[in-house]
């Protein structure tokens, strides 16, 4: 079996995924360090457990599933899990329901929190790397700081800044959380592709092409039921 | 964006044989990017055939191949989360575009779907 070590991996794409993962540890916008770290381990255990919970049944309401005295709201717990396990099946009367109870803005960025988890984790297994330890929670207060031009979106059920859907709705999801869509999309342009260069078929770092990229995206895309 | 990649770079490919998970796809190393994409999709999954799709690709692309598509594979994960927990979809008139490749992928039926 051919051995895999850290010095296999991009220096671009190492940096980029410490730097995300060591975030989870800061406080954010919305949740403090030890909450994102406490709502990233439900995560990862989502994640990386044999037999997870169903989508029906919130981890909350199962004997040992999350820690005794959450920092974090069950609430939020109960939606990192389904976001981690059952992304595909969320609704949006569910999405009204939880961001109703935490703020839609917290909302984003624990939906951010997934998708920093999402990717360390994958990427890791996926390449026969060990996992990474969270990282240890800083004190601090989260800096609340909300754009001023927040509007209503026509392609996302959460807020994002004006003007709506002037581009892709993936592209727009989390502007409402400046901090979360910076570390998004350069976390994006080091696993896939720059942003500067989406528009280009004929781009590669010399490895895959980008249809041999696409196949991989799209079986990934179809295998974990995401319409988009 | 696999089929807009393929048209504008003038390749060809199978989406039936991506959407089974077997076949030729008709791109260089496509089987073995699919195996190791169908073992990447699922964290939990069969470690064993994570570990042999892995290898596979290795010998026949090189560590660098392998590295890419798992951060890939990595990135997807991280997308398709952000998709559908904030509910992104697409307007109507670039699903009536899509409708063919959602056909062939067997997207159509997905409960994911969403039109703006």
Request: some cysteine; proline content about 8%.
């Given at each position: 079996?051919?051995?895999?070590?850290?010095?296999?991996?991009?220096?671009?794409?190492?940096?980029?995924?410490?730097?995300?993962?060591?975030?989870?540890?800061?406080?954010?916008?919305?949740?403090?360090?030890?909450?994102?770290?406490?709502l990233a381990?439900t995560a990862v255990?989502a994640l990386?457990?044999?037999?997870p919970?169903?989508p029906?049944?919130a981890p909350?309401?199962?004997?040992?599933?999350?820690?005794?005295?959450?920092?974090?709201?069950?609430i939020a717990h109960d939606a990192m899990y389904r976001i981690a396990t059952h992304a595909g099946t969320i609704t949006?009367?569910w999405f009204?329901?939880v961001s109703?109870?935490l703020?839609?803005?917290?909302y984003v960025e624990l939906v951010a929190i997934a998708c920093t988890v999402a990717a360390?984790?994958?990427?890791?297994?996926?390449?026969?790397?060990?996992?990474?330890?969270?990282?240890?929670?800083?004190?601090?207060?989260?800096?609340?700081?909300?754009?001023?031009?927040?509007?209503?979106?026509?392609?996302?059920w959460v807020?994002?800044?004006?003007?709506?859907?002037?581009?892709?709705?993936?592209?727009?999801a989390?502007?409402?959380?400046?901090?979360?869509?910076?570390?998004?999309?350069?976390?994006?342009?080091?696993?896939?592709?720059?942003?500067?260069?989406?528009?280009?078929?004929?781009?590669?770092?010399?490895?895959?092409?980008?249809?041999?990229?696409?196949?991989?995206?799209?079986?990934?895309?179809?295998?974990r039921?995401c319409?988009? | 964006?696999?089929?807009?990649?393929?048209?504008?770079?003038?390749?060809?490919?199978?989406?039936?044989?991506?959407?089974?998970?077997?076949?030729?796809?008709?791109?260089?190393?496509?089987?073995?990017?699919?195996?190791?994409?169908?073992?990447?999709?699922?964290?939990?999954?069969?470690?064993?055939?994570?570990?042999?799709?892995?290898?596979?690709?290795?010998?026949?692309?090189?560590?660098?191949?392998?590295?890419?598509?798992?951060?890939?594979?990595?990135?997807?994960h991280m997308m398709t989360r952000l998709a559908d927990g904030t509910g992104?979809?697409?307007?109507?008139?670039?699903?009536?575009?899509?409708?063919?490749?959602?056909?062939?992928?067997?997207?159509?039926?997905?409960?994911s779907?969403?039109?703006?």
């Amino acid at each position: 079996m051919t051995a895999i070590d850290e010095s296999a991996v991009r220096p671009d794409l190492t940096a980029a995924h410490r730097q995300a993962w060591d975030s989870l540890g800061t406080p954010g916008t919305w949740w403090n360090g030890h909450q994102r770290v406490e709502l990233a381990a439900t995560a990862v255990a989502a994640l990386t457990v044999d037999e997870p919970l169903p989508p029906w049944t919130a981890p909350s309401t199962v004997d040992g599933v999350l820690p005794a005295n959450p920092a974090a709201p069950l609430i939020a717990h109960d939606a990192m899990y389904r976001i981690a396990t059952h992304a595909g099946t969320i609704t949006e009367p569910w999405f009204e329901r939880v961001s109703g109870e935490l703020g839609d803005l917290a909302y984003v960025e624990l939906v951010a929190i997934a998708c920093t988890v999402a990717a360390v984790t994958t990427f890791r297994g996926a390449a026969g790397l060990p996992r990474w330890e969270l990282p240890e929670p800083a004190d601090g207060e989260p800096s609340r700081v909300v754009p001023p031009d927040l509007v209503p979106a026509g392609l996302n059920w959460v807020r994002v800044t004006s003007p709506a859907d002037a581009i892709a709705a993936v592209v727009q999801a989390f502007t409402s959380v400046p901090a979360e869509n910076e570390r998004l999309w350069t976390l994006a342009a080091a696993q896939y592709i720059p942003n500067t260069e989406m528009v280009d078929p004929h781009w590669t770092r010399g490895s895959l092409s980008r249809p041999q990229m696409e196949l991989v995206a799209a079986r990934i895309s179809q295998l974990r039921e995401c319409f988009y | 964006m696999l089929s807009w990649s393929c048209r504008q770079s003038e390749t060809e490919v199978n989406l039936g044989a991506i959407a089974a998970g077997r076949g030729d796809p008709g791109l260089p190393l496509g089987a073995d990017l699919v195996r190791f994409a169908s073992a990447a999709a699922s964290v939990r999954g069969d470690r064993a055939e994570m570990t042999a799709a892995r290898e596979a690709l290795i010998n026949s692309g090189g560590k660098a191949v392998m590295i890419d598509a798992a951060a890939v594979a990595a990135n997807f994960h991280m997308m398709t989360r952000l998709a559908d927990g904030t509910g992104a979809r697409y307007p109507a008139t670039r699903l009536e575009e899509m409708a063919p490749v959602i056909d062939e992928m067997g997207a159509s039926e997905m409960s994911s779907r969403r039109s703006g």
